[in-house]
């Protein structure tokens, strides 16, 4: 299994430091956001070109650690325009230096029809599906030129916010460039968290050919919300995932979220745990 983290987890660094300190750990990838994660960079707009792209990528290289995921999150509903528009062009700019970087997957959520990506009712609506078709085709036909993949994220509060809305999603554009970094836990909910076997099984029957890239991160319920918790130490269903990983994705990229230097061992020491059990009861059972 390949584990990895969020490379902003570990700081906004100079990237030779950056690479040294995931490399340390003994991580196999990272999903990198450029602007939260190299120090220097605040801004990107125009500013990527070939050898810069290839620079940043290379100090990774060298030390094996993959760019899995190329971070780039907009708001595809944004009810600005302008700003939709120019965030769009954003991730059209990450998709053209992909490739420098060592990457294939550009990611993003759907974003929500409130700017500041708070819930609003509009977003299960559909309008806002239509609203996102429009971004996201303009997006995937960049990637297409470029030969590589937009990953799209689910959330609950988001446009796709269901295992059916993806699939629907995926299925409207039509086309292989677009992919999916699947996040189990952000499409769970105080309301459905129960059923969380249920609803990962049927986003590996909607969709698993699709998912490149996998988050993994945990959570518990508290005063009926939902709480970011420790990995292992909250109610997610990680045997679910890791035996579809393992029937399905083998050697997929999975990427901690909120990752802390401090205890990312016991972390992977655990997923590894879970993993090896799960092999095990395939090897068993057949």
């Not at 997610?236 to 579809?244: C, Q």
Request: contains cysteine; negative net charge.
């Amino acid at each position: 299994m390949r584990i990895g983290v969020r490379a902003h987890d570990f700081g906004k660094l100079p990237v030779e430091l950056l690479a040294d300190r995931i490399a340390e750990k003994k991580l196999s990838c990272i999903q990198l956001a450029l602007m939260k994660a190299i120090e220097g960079i605040d801004e990107i707009d125009g500013r990527l070109n070939p050898g810069f792209a290839y620079t940043i990528g290379e100090a990774f290289r060298r030390r094996n650690v993959q760019i899995a995921v190329l971070g780039c999150y907009i708001n595809l509903v944004d009810p600005d325009v302008t700003a939709r528009k120019s965030q769009i062009e954003r991730f059209k700019e990450h998709i053209r230096y992909a490739r420098d970087l060592g990457c294939s997957v550009i990611a993003t959520e759907t974003g929500s029809f409130n700017s500041d990506w708070s819930f609003n009712p509009w977003n299960h609506g559909e309008e806002a599906f239509v609203t996102l078709c429009e971004s996201v085709s303009e997006m995937v036909k960049e990637a297409e030129r470029f030969g590589v993949f937009v990953g799209i994220e689910g959330v609950t509060t988001h446009v796709i916010h269901n295992p059916a809305r993806m699939k629907r999603l995926l299925d409207t554009i039509g086309s292989s460039n677009l992919q999916v970094v699947f996040d189990p836990v952000n499409l769970l909910s105080p309301d459905n968290y129960h059923n969380q076997k249920k609803i990962i099984e049927e986003c590996f029957e909607l969709f698993g050919d699709r998912i490149v890239a996998v988050h993994i991160k945990d959570f518990t319920i508290e005063q009926g919300k939902k709480k970011a918790a420790a990995i292992g130490k909250g109610l997610f269903d990680y045997e679910t995932v890791m035996r579809l990983l393992q029937s399905q994705k083998p050697h997929m990229n999975m990427l901690i979220e909120e990752a802390n230097p401090e205890t990312v061992k016991e972390d992977m020491e655990f997923l590894q745990s879970v993993y090896g059990k799960t092999c095990g009861n395939q090897t068993e059972s057949v």
